[in-house]
């Protein structure tokens, strides 16, 4: 292959070849076709070995939604403290010179697997996989919850209090950075989610965007590798738990929270049980729920509508130019609608 997007590739070997043990020799790239965000490639050596390798897209509107030194950081800190029970790919090298390629970006090992991004990849699991990948995946969510960032070396990733707030901030900032249209309810919202933040029951490691989507399942079916850390800082575990809920859709609902969920398949627990189980795991006091689901619907849809802003500018990660802008802007009208009923009685 001579050619690829978003790497220089013969600047990319010679780096690999110096900075990566075994990579000294003849490699393939492949793009990953999934995510509308960093771009991820596969590289293989002839005898099949493989490793990840991470860097923003090409033409990155908002240059703070695409810091590979800091999901950097957070792999190579949980790779080295499995105690802390968040498992990780392999953390293999970082490169912060972007003469190689045009940006920095990093090489992890490739994490084998199942990923489960829809309902096809869960089809042939029966109820007690169904269970195991349910249990693993709440019970990693909340090691997050519960893990101590000073001792893994990330107690100054970010401001461990007033996640909600910080959260209501940026998500307006960065819709504002890359909206084509006026939504005045995007602003009506923001006002009403910021009158009613509730307390912040503890702080922990947020991942930002934890679903079955991002984590590769062993062949146990628990958790092996948790990926895309690109959203990752410390704050409120409740927060992140039921933006991931919000993702676990029962086969009988209509609609999903992102593209169709594999809790679909009649063998997952349902959402209202998850919910239970983390309850009961965690401690942590959900009365707040219908704030919290507000509020993860707003931010989802700013978070979309940034990534109609990147399909226009060809700068989408994996989503590509054959996804429909107006299909795009249309699932965020959805999203601002779910909002408003949830935030009908805060």
């Not at 006026?182 to 923001?190: Q, S």
Request: charged share 25%.
């Amino acid at each position: 292959m001579s050619e690829i997007r978003g790497l220089d590739l013969p600047s990319v070997r010679t780096w690999l070849a110096r900075n990566v043990d075994g990579a000294d020799t003849e490699l393939d790239f492949a793009l990953v076709a999934a995510g509308g965000s960093n771009l991820t490639y596969v590289v293989t050596r002839p005898d099949g070995k493989r490793w990840a390798l991470r860097r923003p897209p090409e033409r990155a509107r908002i240059a703070t939604a695409h810091e590979m030194g800091r999901e950097w950081r957070i792999i190579e800190a949980l790779d080295a403290h499995p105690e802390a029970g968040i498992p990780v790919p392999d953390a293999v090298a970082f490169c912060d010179d972007t003469e190689v390629t045009g940006a920095e970006f990093y090489v992890m090992g490739f994490a084998e697997g199942r990923i489960l991004r829809g309902p096809d990849e869960a089809k042939d699991m029966d109820t007690a996989a169904c269970r195991a990948a349910a249990d693993s995946l709440i019970d990693v969510q909340i090691a997050m919850a519960k893990i101590d960032p000073d001792a893994v070396g990330l107690g100054d990733l970010g401001r461990r209090e007033a996640y909600v707030e910080r959260q209501l901030a940026r998500w307006l900032r960065q819709f504002e950075a890359s909206k084509g249209r006026d939504l005045p309810v995007v602003y009506e919202l923001h006002e009403t989610l910021s009158k009613h933040v509730p307390p912040q029951q503890a702080c922990g490691l947020v991942h930002g965007d934890y679903r079955f989507d991002n984590t590769v399942l062993g062949p146990d079916f628990r958790i092996r590798a948790v990926l895309d850390w690109e959203l990752c800082t410390l704050g409120d575990p409740v927060a992140d738990f039921v933006w991931s809920v919000l993702y676990w859709t029962d086969p009988d609902e209509e609609h999903d929270f992102g593209s169709p969920s594999p809790t679909r398949h009649p063998a997952f627990p349902r959402r209202a049980e998850a919910i239970e189980m983390y309850i009961d795991r965690s401690g942590f006091d959900l009365s707040a729920l219908d704030y919290y689901r507000a509020f993860s619907w707003w931010k989802m849809a700013c978070l979309v509508e940034g990534v109609a802003a990147r399909l226009r500018a060809g700068a989408a990660g994996g989503l590509g130019g054959g996804s429909d802008v107006d299909h795009v802007l249309a699932r965020v009208d959805s999203m601002l609608e779910n909002a408003v009923a949830c935030a009908a009685d805060l």
